[in-house]
């Protein structure tokens, strides 16, 4: 009996919804779901060092990351991605394509997009409240940026560890 399984793979990296792998062991066949964290966040960064330490932060949550060094590269990504994007978390000053006019175009692109400013300046911070916008001080710490995305897109959901995603079934339970 063959099935066909069909699942979506961000950069390669993570899986956004879950798939069912079935592996071959000792007679019984196991059964591995894995749990993504199904939330998209377009990231925006014109410091490359400081963009790839907030992936990587928001990689560990589970996140799909699409990441763009600058508000014209971020509205083209946007533009390119298929799916749903719940969150632009962006820099206030880039080059280019500021991180407010950023704002303003995508949220007309992708009515409902949740978004998160931030900056290393404090008058970032005005800017930001002045257009109504939720805004994170950097540096921040891990949970400062958990807390931030939480308060927009609700709970992030756990990843499992691998004893939970596991469970072993007969192999002729999967005739069923």
Known sequence: MSR????????????RKYVKVVLHCDGLRTIKKVEMNPMVILLVEDDLGVQFLIWKLLKAEGFTVLTAG?????????????????LLLSDVEMPWVGGLELYKNISAERLGIKVLMMSGKRWGSQQASMNGL?????????????????????PIPPLPTPLESVEHIRENDLER
């Open 4 to 15: 066909k399984i069909s699942f979506t793979v961000d950069d390669g990296l993570s899986v």
């Open 70 to 86: 600058d508000g014209k590269a971020a509205l083209e990504a946007s533009r390119n991605y298929p799916g749903s994007i719940d």
């Open 134 to 154: 939720p805004f994170l001080q950097k540096p921040f710490s891990r949970t400062a940026i958990r807390d931030s995305i939480e308060a927009l897109l609700g």
